[in-house]
Nanobody, 121 residues
Framework: QVQLVESGGGLVQPGGSLRLSCVAS????????MGWYRQAPGKQRELVATIHTVGTTNYADSVKGRFTISREYGKNTVHLQMNRLQPEDTAIYYC???????????????WGQGTQVTVSS
């Protein structure tokens, strides 16, 4: 069983910063792509940022220059540093990972339960 556990959400004023973290744990060989998605009320879930095991990153246009994704490779951990937050960044942020469970022959995709980020004065 592989689990993704997020932390770091909360309430912040516009212009502030938050750092989200996600740890993949359980019986797994390793992770490949890890990333963050978000879903605002009444909207579809959308990509925020991803990072491949080789370090390649991908960002949504709306967060480029403000958010930075990074990984701790030996710990199956991904972080999202969010700066200059705006009210439109308010959403539930979900961690996502492509991982190889122990004993499996195929890559599986996993989601965390989500962490709330609220940007408001």
């Amino acid at each position: 069983q592989v689990q993704l556990v997020e932390s770091g959400g909360g309430l912040v004023q516009p212009g502030g910063s938050l750092r989200l973290s996600c740890v993949a744990s359980g019986r797994l060989v390793g992770t490949i792509n890890m990333g963050w998605y978000r879903q605002a009320p009444g909207k579809q879930r959308e990509l925020v940022a991803t990072i491949h095991t080789v370090g390649t990153t991908n960002y949504a246009d709306s967060v480029k220059g403000r958010f930075t994704i990074s990984r701790e490779y030996g710990k199956n951990t991904v972080h999202l540093q969010m700066n200059r937050l705006q009210p439109e960044d308010t959403a539930i942020y979900y961690c996502n990972a492509d991982a190889v469970p122990t004993g499996a022959v195929k890559i599986q995709n996993y989601w965390g339960q989500g962490t709330q980020v609220t940007v408001s004065s």
